[in-house]
């Protein structure tokens, strides 16, 4: 039994897809921007070097956060470029 989906369901969906898109990124940049920041926070103060850990921690969250985000689109770039060829 084939399923009817109209264009309203259709928009639907890639709404949700996308807030949802939104949302994971959203998550990937906090999560690691504060656990990198807070763990060179946490060295810092164990090793009595003041902001050298906390630059560091910055640095590598900032490395991590962008190949998560690039690790999150890239399934839609490849997508994308599949429909272009198609066509």
């Given at each position: 039994m084939k399923k009817n989906t109209n264009n309203g369901e259709k928009d639907a969906f890639e709404i949700a897809y996308a807030i949802s898109l939104i949302t994971q990124i959203g998550v990937v940049v906090s999560v690691t921007t504060i656990s990198f920041i807070y763990s060179g926070y946490y060295l810092d103060?164990?090793?009595d070097?003041?902001?050298m850990f906390v630059i560091l921690?910055?640095?590598?969250?900032?490395?991590?956060?962008?190949?998560?985000v690039y690790r999150l689109v890239l399934p839609i770039?490849?997508?994308k470029e599949k429909k272009e060829n198609v066509k």
């Open positions: 103060k164990q090793l070097k003041s902001p921690g910055a640095l590598l969250a900032f490395v991590f956060s962008m190949y998560g770039s490849k997508k």
